[in-house]
């Protein structure tokens, strides 16, 4: 006998969303119980419906799979295990003493330790059958980055942008391409700063976008009359020169004004990699200290002494100017369970303990958060 699969994923498949299979048995045998499993790593068996029908929701073994973290270098590079290649294999369980039948193994499917945000989640399945469907769609790099409005970027700030090639079904050369953009509205296309060749379909690459990482000073030197006010980005495919955008376009501002202590944010995004919040507003860093005291004999040591003290270190801090999509898009961060704060080139965890985001009303223009965090461990002294 046979198992045939009714329903399946797209080939591109989220670990925090569902994942589901619907699979027929033509087994005439009874007891009939059908085993839906992620290829070594595990599943589950169900009782087969009237129809001979099982169905399955494998998306909890698939969490924490994906373990190659977001790329942070200062050179463009194809990522080696993400998205991530995944078997599923579905089994007849029948009779008592119960037989197992010969499995079915599905062809290989590419994991994303992702998810749709739910405020996007409705809207977005409206309009999309899956996120494979999406990306087609509209071009978009793996980022909920609105492209409605410019990011505002330091000259010494890192950013990147991560490419999911969904543009062809065989292996072609991407491109990273740029233009500059000064105060006086007009703009200078310098083509490709970067390329990446032979990148295989649902291949993901990494992009780096910052101002320094595209080498702009110099570039903007070239226009000594001129004032640079920013930049754009678009990953393009095609001869050098005559080359077509294959992704959204991607428009930076550069803010050169002097801060005394702004603070890059870096997130795990929905898409499961890197994206970074500068903090240019009224910021604040403290230091607390908590005691726990204990009473003595009193003979060797005096009658109360601090027998354990904690040291944690709370930051609080503004984002500066915001537009309205820019606070949605914050607000989807926010959910991460992964943020650092980059300090001197260094990822240092961070836990958020408050967020205050104002409500972006239709008509309002100006928008800005205050963030609250503290560095991910403590110190402690003990004493006894």
Same mark, same amino acid.
């Given at each position: ?7 399946? *994923?797209?080939? +591109? ?12 048995? @033509? ?13 070594? /790593? ?5 009782? &087969? =419906? ?18 190659? %973290? ?11 295990? !993400? ?13 008592? *003493? ?32 899956? +996120? ?11 980022? #909920? #980055? *609105? ?20 543009? @062809? ?9 740029? @233009? ?15 390329? !990446? ?18 080498? /702009? ?8 009359? %001129? ?6 980005? @678009? ?71 601090? #027998? ?7 930051? %609080? ?11 949605? #898009?914050? &607000? ?18 961070? !836990? ?6 104002? !409500?972006?009303?239709?008509? =309002? ?20």
């Amino acid at each position: 006998m046979s198992l045939t699969i009714l329903q399946k *994923p797209a080939e +591109l498949i989220l670990a925090n969303q569902p994942v589901t299979f619907s699979v027929h048995s @033509s087994e005439t045998g009874t007891p009939l119980r059908i085993l839906g499993a992620v290829y070594g /790593i595990g599943g589950d068996s169900v009782q &087969s =419906d009237a129809s001979q029908n099982a169905s399955f929701d494998l998306s909890d073994y698939l969490k924490n799979l994906v373990t190659q %973290k977001g790329k942070t270098g200062s050179l463009p590079q194809a990522y080696s295990e !993400v998205p991530k290649t995944v078997s599923f294999i579905f089994q007849e369980i029948v009779g008592n *003493p119960p037989e197992n039948r010969l499995p079915l193994e599905t062809d290989g499917f590419l994991l994303l330790d992702a998810y749709i945000p739910k405020a996007k989640r409705k809207t977005f399945y409206y309009q999309y059958a899956n +996120l494979l469907a999406y990306l087609k769609t509209s071009k978009s790099c793996l980022s #909920w #980055w *609105p492209t409605t409005e410019n990011k505002r970027v330091l000259p010494t700030q890192i950013e990147c942008l991560n490419y999911l090639q969904v543009f @062809s079904l065989t292996a072609i050369d991407i491109t990273l391409n740029l @233009s500059l953009v000064f105060t006086d509205g007009t703009t200078s296309n310098r083509g490709a700063v970067f390329t !990446v060749p032979n990148v295989l379909y649902l291949k993901l690459v990494y992009f780096p976008t910052g101002y320094s990482q595209l080498g /702009i000073e110099a570039l903007a030197a070239q226009y000594p009359d %001129k004032s640079l006010t920013g930049y754009i980005v @678009s990953v393009n495919y095609g001869p050098a020169n005559h080359s077509e955008p294959i992704s959204l376009f991607y428009a930076y501002s550069v803010d050169f004004s002097y801060y005394e202590k702004p603070r890059i944010l870096v997130f795990k995004n929905p898409f499961g990699l890197y994206e970074y919040l500068l903090c240019t507003g009224s910021n604040q860093q403290d230091t607390i200290i908590k005691s726990e005291s204990a009473v003595t004999d009193g003979k060797t040591l005096q009658d109360k002494l601090n #027998w354990k003290i904690t040291r944690s270190d709370i930051v %609080k801090t503004n984002t500066g100017f915001l537009g309205k999509e820019q606070i949605l #898009w914050l &607000s989807e961060l926010l959910e991460s369970i992964e943020t650092f704060e980059l300090i001197a080139g260094a990822m240092h965890p961070i !836990v958020f303990r408050d967020a205050e985001l104002p !409500v972006a009303h239709t008509g =309002d223009l100006i928008f800005n958060a205050e963030l609250e965090y503290e560095y991910a461990y403590n110190e402690y002294s003990e004493h006894e």
